[in-house]
C-alpha cells in the first residue's frame, strides 16, 4: 500500500486515466466503466477500477498542478505496476486555430515550471508523449468523426493559475503551441524515468483569446468525446 493510495495489490488496471478533478474520475467510473469499485478516497481523490468492453481500466484523481500529480503517477507507476496513463484534462486555448470543446493531444509539453530543472541539475528535458497512444488516439477520433475537433501539438504546461503571464501564452502560440495546463510536463516525465507509456488528452474549456468559457459542471461531466477518445485508446492493443 503506498502512501497517498489506499489500494490493494492487484486493484489497479495496468492501464489508468487521470483527471485532475476527482470528481470527473467519479463521473467516468459511473457512467462508462462497467462493476465499478472504489479503491481509494485518501484526501477525497478517488481512485476506480472498472471494465470498459470487457477490458480493466482504471481511473484514478491527480489534484491540480507537477506537484501534486507527481504524487499519484509516480505511485501508480511504481507502486502498482501501472503501464500507460492517459490524461483527461482541461486546458485554455491560446491560439485561433482551435475553439472551446475542440481536443488536443499533446505531442510535447512545455512547461514554466523548475521541477525538470531541478531534476535534471539545470539542464533542459524534452517532456514528449508515446508516439503509439498519440497515434492510436488520433486514428479513433478520426474513425469517430472528429478529426475537424481534434488537434495534435505541443501544449503549455504552467505552475501558475492565477497571474500566468499572457504574453508569454502569445510567445508560445507563436511557435505552435495550442493550449496551456498545469499537469502534462510531470506525466510526460514520469512516465519516461519509468519505462511507461502516456499521454494528454485535453478539452478546450475556456479560451484566453476571445474569453469564452464552460462551467465547472460542463468540465465535470460534458467532456465526452475526450472520455471516448481516451477509454477507447487505453483498450487498444
Known amino acids: 500500500m503506498s502512501t497517498h493510495i489506499n489500494a490493494k495489490n492487484g486493484d489497479i488496471a495496468e492501464v489508468v486515466l487521470m483527471p485532475g478533478d476527482p470528481l470527473r474520475a467519479k463521473f467516468v467510473a459511473e457512467q462508462f466503466l462497467e462493476d465499478a469499485a472504489c479503491y481509494n478516497e485518501v484526501r477525497g481523490m478517488y481512485g476506480f477500477t472498472g471494465t470498459y468492453k470487457g477490458k480493466r481500466v482504471s481511473v484514478q484523481g491527480s489534484g491540480m498542478g507537477i506537484p501534486s500529480f507527481l504524487i499519484y503517477a509516480t505511485e501508480l507507476l511504481t507502486e502498482y505496476g501501472v503501464k ?73 504546461s504552467t505552475d501558475e493559475f492565477y497571474g500566468h503571464d499572457e504574453g508569454l501564452n502569445a510567445m508560445y502560440a507563436n511557435y505552435g503551441v495550442l493550449g496551456v495546463e498545469m499537469e502534462a510536463a510531470g506525466l510526460y516525465t514520469v512516465a519516461a524515468q519509468h519505462n511507461a507509456k502516456a499521454l494528454a488528452i485535453l478539452t478546450v474549456s475556456d479560451h484566453l483569446l476571445t474569453g469564452e468559457a464552460t462551467n465547472a459542471e460542463e468540465r465535470q461531466k460534458t467532456f465526452t468525446d475526450m472520455m471516448h477518445i481516451a477509454l477507447e485508446t487505453a483498450i487498444a492493443e
Open 84 to 156: 500507460k496513463i492517459l490524461r483527461i484534462g482541461t486546458c485554455g486555448a491560446i491560439s485561433d486555430k482551435v475553439q472551446v470543446r475542440d481536443v488536443i493531444l499533446g505531442i510535447s509539453a512545455n512547461t514554466t515550471s523548475a521541477i525538470n530543472r531541478t531534476r535534471f541539475a539545470g539542464y533542459d528535458f524534452a517532456p514528449t508523449a508515446d508516439f503509439g497512444l498519440l497515434q492510436t488516439a488520433y486514428q479513433i477520433a478520426c474513425e469517430h468523426g472528429l478529426q475537424e475537433k481534434t488537434h495534435v501539438a505541443p501544449i503549455l
